[in-house]
């Protein structure tokens, strides 16, 4: 399944979401705990760990966005040349990469990646990893 991504007004936003983007916001700059954070905001830590992944800052005025994401993928010769490929197919510029020693056939890998604006689609990029073959989990850590 394809994950989708709304631009959406604040005004629209439901309450738990943006409390949830302050605490994310309190964890960062002001160095607190998840539970200090979820007590200042409101919000039950639960609630917390449910959408902390769904919420991001928009940027209007970026001149690219990078994303780093976390992946699982079995561990197979050609695999992370195909996953680089798609990368590179989307204009993606790889600020990062680090492979983890393989454990169980499964190797961990962190990538940062720029997409300048004018160029690639991120929803697309992630969804193409996604779908290869190989790729077990991939998961979005942070996005500027």
């Known amino acids: 399944m394809k994950d989708r991504f709304y631009l959406v007004r604040e005004k629209a936003v439901p309450e738990v979401l943006l409390k949830v983007f302050e605490a994310k916001q309190s964890i960062a700059s002001d160095h607190m705990t998840v539970g200090q954070a979820v007590k200042k905001a409101g919000i039950s830590r639960s609630s917390f760990y449910k959408y902390q ?17 976390v992946m699982q993928m079995k561990d197979e010769p050609g695999l992370l040349s195909d996953v680089l490929r798609v990368i590179a197919d989307s204009r993606g510029n790889i600020l990062t990469i680090h492979q983890a020693i393989p454990l169980g056939e499964v190797a961990t890998l962190t990538i940062s990646v720029e997409i300048p604006p004018e160029e690639g689609d991120v929803e697309e990029m992630l969804s193409e990893i996604k779908a290869k073959p190989g790729v077990r989990d991939l998961k979005i850590l942070g996005r500027e």
């Open 53 to 69: 992944n769904d919420i991001v800052p928009f940027h209007e005025n970026a001149k690219g966005t990078t994303i780093t994401f």
